[in-house]
């Protein structure tokens, strides 16, 4: 499938899409402290994004049985929240979640501290969210794709990070997932050349190890295979001629 180029009309429903999920991710961002279940964070997900009469495009998705992605210290993405899975001082935890409105999806990630974390999983969180702010310093017309994932590949290795490689950004519109593929790490090759009106999930998933991961039994939560922790950060993008718009960041927001 080719990449989809949208319409000024298109646009604008990405926009409010984002708009919502960003507002979604803020008041889940304040749910975040020891004691809460990611199951409780997953209903209170769920029911944010209804109450602005989204769909949660999670949900079902491939069978996945949840509407927020709520993945712990060693899990990467895809964790699958649970009531008996608690929160502790201590850890990390990424939130992954995305909703439809008026037909259109919108999709974005954060990584947070539990209460008090260690200087290390402190910069590994930081160190993941500025990847993305270096692989988009490409994300405009003219730039090929992959000049992102060489950006954020070169900036996580100084930290001596491991770049997941087994899952990737994509394009993102009428359908959660469409092309392009967008890898996080080192391509040989350029990439499609970006134009204004691609919009585009960058996500880079960065490990305090390995780049290595596996699956576990419940064939969703994606897990490093060497227990480092991970983290996750994860943005819908306009492409435009000039800077891109980050359309699930509001102006003031982390
Ligand atoms: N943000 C993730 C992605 O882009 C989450 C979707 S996977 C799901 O693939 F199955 F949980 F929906
Ligand atoms: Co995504």
């Given at each position: 499938?080719?990449?989809?180029?949208?319409?000024?009309?298109?646009?604008?429903?990405?926009?409010?899409?984002?708009?919502?999920?960003?507002?979604?991710?803020?008041?889940?961002?304040?749910?975040?402290?020891?004691?809460?279940?990611?199951?409780?964070?997953?209903?209170?997900?769920?029911?944010?994004?209804?109450?602005?009469?989204?769909?949660?495009?999670?949900?079902?998705?491939?069978?996945?049985?949840?509407?927020?992605?709520?993945?712990?210290?060693?899990?990467?993405?895809?964790?699958?929240?649970?009531?008996?899975?608690?929160?502790?001082?201590?850890?990390?935890?990424?939130?992954?979640?995305?909703?439809?409105?008026?037909?259109?999806?919108?999709?974005?990630?954060?990584?947070?501290?539990?209460?008090?974390?260690?200087?290390?999983?402190?910069?590994?969180?930081?160190?993941?969210?500025?990847?993305?702010?270096e692989?988009?310093?490409?994300?405009?017309e003219?730039?090929?794709?992959?000049?992102?994932?060489?950006?954020?590949?070169?900036?996580?290795?100084?930290?001596?990070?491991?770049?997941?490689?087994?899952?990737?950004?994509h394009?993102?519109?009428?359908?959660l997932?469409?092309?392009?593929?967008?890898?996080?790490?080192?391509?040989?090759?350029?990439?499609?050349?970006?134009?204004?009106?691609?919009?585009?999930?960058?996500?880079?998933?960065?490990?305090?190890g390995?780049?290595?991961v596996?699956?576990?039994?419940?064939?969703?939560?994606v897990?490093?295979?060497?227990?480092?922790?991970?983290?996750?950060?994860?943005?819908?993008?306009?492409?435009?001629?000039?800077?891109?718009?980050?359309?699930?960041?509001?102006?003031?927001?982390?």
């Amino acid at each position: 499938m080719a990449v989809t180029i949208k319409s000024e009309r298109e646009i604008e429903l990405m926009r409010e899409s984002c708009k919502i999920l960003a507002e979604v991710h803020a008041k889940l961002g304040e749910a975040v402290m020891p004691g809460i279940s990611t199951g409780e964070i997953n209903a209170l997900g769920e029911q944010l994004i209804r109450s602005y009469d989204c769909v949660p495009n999670f949900l079902n998705y491939n069978g996945y049985p949840a509407s927020i992605c709520v993945s712990v210290n060693d899990e990467v993405v895809h964790g699958i929240p649970s009531k008996d899975r608690i929160l502790n001082e201590g850890d990390i935890v990424s939130l992954d979640a995305g909703l439809i409105y008026k037909g259109y999806h919108s999709d974005a990630a954060r990584t947070y501290p539990v209460g008090q974390i260690s200087d290390e999983a402190a910069q590994l969180i930081a160190v993941t969210r500025q990847s993305f702010f270096e692989g988009i310093k490409y994300a405009r017309e003219g730039c090929h794709l992959h000049d992102i994932s060489n950006a954020i590949d070169a900036y996580c290795g100084r930290f001596g990070y491991g770049v997941v490689r087994d899952l990737v950004g994509h394009g993102i519109g009428t359908s959660l997932h469409e092309d392009p593929q967008i890898p996080n790490f080192r391509q040989w090759r350029r990439g499609v050349r970006l134009r204004a009106g691609m919009t585009l999930a960058i996500e880079p998933m960065i490990n305090m190890g390995s780049y290595q991961v596996a699956w576990l039994d419940d064939d969703w939560t994606v897990v490093t295979q060497d227990g480092s922790l991970s983290a996750h950060y994860e943005n819908t993008v306009l492409i435009t001629k000039g800077e891109p718009e980050i359309l699930t960041l509001l102006p003031g927001m982390d």
